[in-house]
């Protein structure tokens, strides 16, 4: 057996994100009928401690094309990232409704290659998307799709809002022959 020794380098943050702004309606709407409509599936089971739909959503109304971007955003991702052409997958794709105060619990997503959130219409004051081990917060955006690798530590911090935050978040794999 190997004798691993582990290593905590004083390095500043080397997190990277790739982030794409997407203007249809169409598919929003169709995207909050559907999370609407789910309710929700995983009774807070999850690292989300808010509504969340089936893990398998790619194939919805809304859904179908938002994975189409996400495929491609993760195509150019891992080529600028890491000069890599790779045939990606998404293995798992939900859906959030999250109501003041509600949070998700620090973590990964680990083995995937890439992870992503895209929000619609964040209510004012609504709680970004938290990297602790960079202390850094993405504010949300109407549209704004970010992909991270998988091994990137996130989660979404208690805040106090009117409204609902409405996020999909997927993983993405290479797929291997």
């Not at 998988?150 to 609902?164: A, D, E, L, N, W």
Request: hydrophobic share 35%.
């Amino acid at each position: 057996m190997l004798q691993i020794n582990r290593k905590e380098l004083p390095l500043s943050s080397v997190l990277t994100t790739f982030e794409v702004k997407i203007k249809d309606e169409k598919m929003n709407k169709d995207i909050l009928k559907i999370i609407n409509k789910q309710g929700d599936r995983q009774k807070y089971k999850t690292n989300v401690k808010a509504q969340m739909t089936e893990w398998r959503m790619w194939k919805e109304p809304g859904f179908n094309k938002l994975s189409k971007i996400i495929l491609e955003l993760s195509l150019q991702a891992s080529e600028q990232k890491y000069n890599r052409k790779i045939i990606p997958v998404i293995t798992n794709m939900w859906g959030m409704k999250y109501k003041s105060e509600e949070i998700a619990v620090t973590h990964d997503h680990w083995p995937a290659l890439w992870s992503c959130a895209y929000y619609i219409n964040p209510p004012e004051g609504a709680p970004g998307l938290f990297f602790p081990e960079a202390n850094a917060e993405r504010k949300l955006e109407n549209g704004l799709l970010v992909m991270f690798d998988g091994y990137i530590k996130h989660g979404v911090r208690p805040s106090k809002y009117k409204g609902y935050r409405y996020v999909v978040s997927a993983n993405i794999h290479e797929k291997i022959d």
